[in-house]
């Protein structure tokens, strides 16, 4: 079966930190896809990156960056100079082809995150 | 364009009761999924509507259940509510059956702003 652990439930730091979201994910696939969204206290979740199994390619945009490695099966985000618009619940996410065959999103239990001003 | 809706926002219902949450997905986006989300986790996958029959179904008892319209929109049913049935129910819609074939990505579900179900 896919899980997705998020370790971190809720982290705390002061404007313009670098903070770090850890993510690990479970799955007997060897072709999956990984996805972080985040929630705003609005509710909707807004989808931020995707990446499949075979592209550890780690990218930067902007502020954000994203590790991916599949020796460690993580999958971390990183907010760089942090804002207090960043606060909200980030879920990383996980589809394969076993349980939900590549048609919906397993979720981890999310990390509250908090930038004070 | 209009994002993923969702009706009404929020709802309470008593033990017992039943309730309907609509959805209309993005325009042009044949499919439609269904996600409880309680309190404190992470969305959870209820269930997954394409080209109006059902096409995925997560762990949820028969007391849930769904339906799409020819226009793609969608209505979520929960019978007898339980206490436990107090959440956020999120509808997300992309535009084909699956998220990804053969290793090339394909989709991105993207959400609505959820339904609030308490149930007293």
């Known amino acids: 079966a896919q899980k997705v652990t998020q370790a971190q439930t809720e982290i705390s730091v002061v404007e313009k930190e670098d903070v770090t979201l850890d993510c690990v994910y479970e799955?007997?696939?060897?072709?999956?896809?990984l996805f972080w969204y985040k929630q705003p206290p609005s509710g909707e979740l807004v989808f931020l990156i995707r990446r499949n199994s075979f592209d550890e390619q780690n990218e930067i945009s902007g502020r954000y960056s994203w590790n991916f490695q599949k020796s460690t099966s993580s999958f971390n985000f990183t907010i760089t100079a942090s804002q207090v618009v960043d606060s909200a619940v980030y879920f990383c996410a996980l589809s394969a082809s076993m349980d939900t065959g590549r048609r919906a999103l397993t979720f981890g239990s999310g990390t509250r995150l908090q930038v004070q001003p | 364009d209009a994002g993923v809706t969702q009706s009404p926002t929020h709802l309470i219902k008593t033990r017992g009761q039943h309730v309907t949450l609509r959805c209309s997905p993005i325009?042009?986006?044949?499919?439609v999924s269904w996600y409880q989300q309680v309190l404190g986790q992470g969305p959870q996958f209820i269930f997954q509507?394409?080209?109006?029959?059902?096409?995925g179904r997560g762990n949820f008892p028969d007391r849930f259940s769904a339906r799409q319209f020819p226009n793609y929109s969608s209505e979520l049913n929960v019978n007898a509510l339980l206490l436990g049935d107090s959440a956020l129910y999120l509808c997300?819609?992309?535009?084909?059956?699956?998220?990804?074939?053969?290793?090339?990505?394909?989709?991105?579900?993207?959400f609505g702003p959820g339904t609030r179900l308490t149930v007293l």
């Open positions: 997300a819609s992309s535009p084909n059956l699956v998220l990804w074939t053969s290793g090339k990505i394909t989709d991105t579900q993207y």
């Open positions: 509507y394409y080209e109006k029959e059902e096409r």
């Open positions: 325009s042009g986006h044949k499919s």
């Open positions: 799955t007997r696939d060897t072709t999956y896809y």
